[in-house]
């Protein structure tokens, strides 16, 4: 008797946890290391697996730039860049 209240009410919890969760979370914004194949946030500057530079860093001020960039807009010294970072893979959870 008391087995089918229960049932629809772990029903309606799980659509309504579909319904309003968030589009984008841990899991699902992460991007794969060209090198190593491991999963890194969309933020991190190198791999913490292989160590791989994944993003362009001001030499001066060390925050992200964009490979095109002749000046860091944040600091306004020209850019040097060094090693350069390679393409990052993104992948969906379903492909793991």
């Known amino acids: ?3 089918v209240p229960l049932a629809i009410f772990a029903i ?3 659509v309504l946890y579909l319904r309003w969760q ?3 979370t841990f ?3 992460k991007e794969v290391c060209p090198k190593c194949h491991h ?3 969309a933020g991190y500057l190198i791999c913490p ?3 791989l530079p994944l ?3 001001c030499t001066s001020c060390g925050r992200p730039i964009e490979g095109n960039w002749t000046v860091c807009p944040f600091c306004g010294r020209s850019v040097e860049l060094g090693e350069q970072p390679r393409e990052l893979n993104s ?3 379903s492909e793991l």
Request: charged share 10%.
């Open 55 to 57: 993003r362009h860093v």
């Open 22 to 24: 968030p589009q984008e």
């Open 91 to 93: 992948y969906k959870p």
């Open 1 to 3: 008797m008391i087995l």
């Open 49 to 51: 697996v292989c160590l």
């Open 12 to 14: 309606v919890l799980v």
């Open 39 to 41: 999963a890194v946030q």
């Open 27 to 29: 899991f699902t914004s």
